[in-house]
Nanobody, 123 residues
Framework: QGQLRESGGGSVPGGSLRLSCSVSGYSYDFACMGWFRQAPGKGRETVAVIYTGYGDTYYADAVKGRFAISQDNTKKSLFLEMNGLKQEDTAMYYC?????????????????WGQGTQVTVST
C-alpha cells in the first residue's frame, strides 16, 4: 500500500520551517509532486509544485520568494523550505502527487495525498 507521509510541521513565532514528505510503497513514479495547504475555514490551495522529471517549479504568489520546493535524487522525498513565515501561513500542509501529468499549480491533477502536517505561525 503506497503512502505519502508529511513531517516537520510545528508551531513557530515566524522564522523558518522545513517540511518533508516521504514516498513509499508505490510501484510507479509520479509526474509531479506538490505542497498544498488549507487554513481553518478556507479552501485548499496550491503552495508549490515540482515536475519530477525536469525539475521545473511553480509557486503561489503568496509564497514566492519565501518558500522553496525540492526533491531528492531518488524522488522518494519531497521538501518545502519555508522562510519568512507569516501568521497567514498557518494551515494544514499536505503533500500530494500526480501520477500521469500536471499543469503548473492546478490541483485537479493530483490524485495521491498525504494526511497533512500542521504549521502554526504565531506573532
Amino acid at each position: 500500500q503506497g503512502q505519502l507521509r508529511e513531517s516537520g510541521g510545528g508551531s513557530v513565532p515566524g522564522g523558518s520551517l522545513r517540511l518533508s514528505c516521504s514516498v513509499s510503497g508505490y510501484s510507479y513514479d509520479f509526474a509531479c509532486m506538490g505542497w498544498f495547504r488549507q487554513a481553518p475555514g478556507k479552501g485548499r490551495e496550491t503552495v508549490a509544485v515540482i515536475y519530477t522529471g525536469y525539475g521545473d517549479t511553480y509557486y503561489a504568489d503568496a509564497v514566492k520568494g519565501r518558500f522553496a520546493i525540492s526533491q531528492d535524487n531518488t524522488k522518494k522525498s519531497l521538501f518545502l523550505e519555508m522562510n519568512g513565515l507569516k501568521q497567514e501561513d498557518t494551515a494544514m500542509y499536505y503533500c500530494a502527487a500526480a501520477r500521469l501529468t500536471c499543469r503548473e499549480l492546478e490541483m485537479r491533477f493530483f490524485d495521491h495525498w498525504g494526511q497533512g502536517t500542521q504549521v502554526t505561525v504565531s506573532t
